[in-house]
């Protein structure tokens, strides 16, 4: 009995140091297991972390890009905006300088034109007045032809009436 239970002492420590070695064994492959799929996680993390990075890097020199094509466009449209200003303030002054010389054109031709217009004036003038002396001195001569056939027609008819010949 003691050869038995030696024995099946003997089977359980046999039993129990097996089921131990399984179990470690088991412990060991799950640790194993583990510290592989902490290894793929962190690898995994790490391609994740280089793409992120790259990603960074690809916008940065993007935002890089953008920036510098912002300030390019924006460099554009002001010196087309100072340009235009230039022609706008340009073109305003020919214009004024263009009214100037037309005015003072004007004024010089209103000038010469009221000292025509004066002049003509003057002339028509005179020559109203002379007109008016010629017809006054047309008058003056038919109103004493008329005066001397008054005088005539009185003589003659004096003359008539006292019945002479002498008349």
């Known amino acids: 009995m ?9 089977e359980e420590e046999e039993k129990a140091k097996a089921a131990q070695a399984k179990l470690r064994r088991s412990m060991e492959i799950t640790k194993e297991n583990r510290e592989l799929q902490i290894m793929s996680l962190q690898e995994k993390l790490r391609e994740h972390l280089a793409k992120v990075q790259e990603v960074c890097k690809n916008s940065e020199s993007m935002s890089k890009e953008l920036e510098e094509r912002l300030i390019q466009k924006y460099e554009a449209y ?10 706008v303030v340009k073109r305003l002054q020919d214009h004024a300088k263009h009214i100037e010389e037309v005015c ?5 031709m209103s000038k010469t034109s009221e000292e025509k217009i004066i002049q ?13 002396k010629a ?33």
């Open 135 to 167: 017809l006054q001195e047309r008058l003056k001569d038919h109103e004493r032809k008329i005066e001397e056939v008054r005088k005539n027609k009185m003589t003659m008819s004096n003359c008539s009436m006292e019945g002479s010949v002498s008349c």
């Open 78 to 87: 002001e010196e087309n905006r100072n340009n235009q200003l230039q022609s």
């Open 104 to 108: 003072k054109a004007s004024e010089t």
């Open 120 to 132: 003509k004036m003057e002339n028509a003038l005179k020559n109203r007045e002379e007109h008016f």
């Open 2 to 10: 003691q050869e038995a239970l030696m024995k099946s002492q003997k």
